[in-house]
Structure formats: C-alpha cells, structure tokens
C-alpha cells in the first residue's frame, strides 16, 4: 500500500494522468499488522513512556487470530484515518505507534502511517468506532482534475458504500506543518 500511494501522488505531481485501480485484500493487511504488533511486542520494541507502566506482553489471542484459530472479533481490525478538511501533507515515510492502556500497559492496537495517511488498527471493540474512522472501508478514490485512482480493499463482509476520496490540490518541496526538525542539516 505504501509504494502504491507513493506512486499515485508521484504520477499526479507528474501530470501522469492515467486512471488506474489498485486491488488489495483487507484480510491480509489486517494480518500484516497484526504481524507487526505481534513482531514489536515479543522484540520488546514497545517501551513504556513511564516506569509505572507494565512492559507490554504478547497476547495469545492476537495468535490464534493470525493462524486462523479464532475469528477476528467484532469490531477489531483497520479503521481509516477520520474524514476531515484539513489537507494531508503527502510525505514519503511509515511509522508505527502502539496504542496502550496507560495503567496496565496492554497494547490496544496501533497507529500505521503510509506517506501521511493514517491507518488505526485496533485490537479491541472501540467504544466509539466513529472517532477511530472509516471501518473496513473498501475503495480509497485519489483525484485530480477528471482522473481517478482506486485503491479497492476487499473484505469478507459485504461493505459496500465505505469510500474516502481525496483531491490532489498540488505539489511542494515545503516539509508539512508539524514535521519534526532535526538539529542537523539532511543533505
């Protein structure tokens, strides 16, 4: 997903204007994270921010959902970042940050970012699903001008209706708003 993403606002900014659709299986992407957490976990790559936080532990039954053990509970798995006005500032980078609970130190899932896009993936039933966004959506639409790119997720569940579009507005050398600056200059 993340080279894919890449490519579509490098053929924008390139005036490539080709519609094209990209299919992925929300399964696998599901299970790909999952992988992850799993891998960050047991490497203990996860460090409390407080020293009154447990370290967090693998738990046994992200494994048997991983090896097809145990079904996906309801409402578990990808929620895609909340619809908003604000522009995304694409910016070409992944990163990974667990959520936990703050006391007990359970992970309770993750935040994955592809090139700005922001992917919640959840290892628990949220209380409010909506404030995590989009659930198991289905087709993310990229545009510009009279083009449009696909990315099409499939899922076992029939969710039809479950987009996101996004308007590509132009193209900058700028680093974002936010972005973290460094003490050093990057050549």
Wanted: proline residues 7%; charged residues 20%; negative net charge.
């Amino acid at each position: 997903m993340l080279r894919i993403i890449t490519k579509i606002n490098s053929e924008f900014a390139r005036g490539n204007y080709i519609s094209e659709i990209f299919v992925f299986s929300g399964i696998d992407l599901e299970k790909w994270m999952l992988k992850t957490v799993c891998n960050m976990v047991a490497s203990d790559q996860i460090i409390p921010l407080s020293e009154n936080i447990n370290k967090p532990v693998l738990d046994i039954k992200w494994l048997k959902i991983l090896y097809a053990q145990e079904p996906w509970p309801e409402g578990w798995g990808l929620y895609f970042m909340k619809e908003t006005d604000e522009p995304i500032y694409y910016n070409q980078d992944f990163s990974f940050q667990p959520f936990y609970h703050p006391i007990k130190g359970e992970i309770l899932g993750a935040k994955f970012k592809f090139n700005n896009f922001q992917f919640n993936f959840l290892l628990g039933k949220p209380d409010n699903p909506d404030e995590w966004g989009t659930f198991h959506p289905n087709t993310l639409i990229f545009k510009k001008n009279n083009i449009q790119k696909f990315i099409e997720i499939t899922w076992n569940e029939s969710n039809k209706n479950r987009y996101l579009e996004f308007n590509h507005v132009g193209t900058t050398d700028q680093l974002p708003p936010g972005y973290p600056s460094y003490p050093y200059k990057i050549e």
